[in-house]
């Protein structure tokens, strides 16, 4: 970054509480939409902030700092799941719910019928719980990329890529290895 770059912005009080005031919010309201409690939010927010600011106040002028920020909560955020040992929450962990998503995928997804629903169901558990979700979601409940997209709080290319590595994985597990697949790509 240059210093005479016109979209970089040069550090300043006011530039700072217009950062704040403008994305402060939206920031903390990031961080509680992924579960964490509003103090640890708030400390997590806080914590970006600083960085960014000392980040802006070294560089002098900087490239849009609301992505800097936003890069900064969504990292410290990450670490903060790291420190607690926290897991994504799996759709599906138990039989009921795998043997029905194997019910699903094997009537309305697999094109022949030469597989057994118990051999899809031990696939769809060695899944990761992303792919498996997305599996859940698309084929058991039925819900448009779109949908399911907004569920999970990602991208609907996001989407269509856990459909498809899933579905890849699942055809090279050793439950489905040797047997016929030809999955039906909906959209």
């Known amino acids: 970054m240059s210093e005479g770059d016109p979209d970089a912005v040069a550090y300043r009080d006011d530039a700072v509480e217009r950062l704040a005031a403008l994305h402060g919010d939206r920031a903390l309201a990031m961080v509680m939409k992924h579960g964490l409690s509003r103090p640890d939010a708030e400390a997590i927010v806080q914590d970006a902030f600083k960085a960014v ?14 992505r800097l920020l936003f890069t900064t909560v969504k990292q410290r955020m990450a670490n903060e799941f ?27 997804h697999f094109a022949e019928r030469l ?11 060695e899944l990761p719980h992303r792919q498996r979700g997305v599996l859940v979601l698309r084929f058991l409940l ?24 899933g579905l890849d994985t699942m055809k090279r597990s050793r439950w489905l290895a040797e047997r016929k697949v030809m999955p039906e790509v909906r959209q």
Not at 53 to 66: A, T
Not at 142 to 165: F, H, K, P
């Open 82 to 108: 790291r420190r607690q040992d926290r897991k994504p929450v799996d759709l599906v962990d138990n039989n009921e719910g795998i043997t029905a998503t194997a019910d699903a995928l094997w009537h309305t």
């Open 142 to 165: 039925d819900l448009e990329i779109t949908v399911v997209a907004e569920l999970l709080g990602c991208s609907r290319n996001d989407v269509n890529y856990a459909q498809r590595v």
């Open 53 to 66: 600011i000392k980040s802006w106040q070294q560089r002098r002028r900087l490239i849009g700092p609301e």
């Open 115 to 125: 597989i057994d629903k118990v051999d899809i169901a031990n696939a769809l558990r």
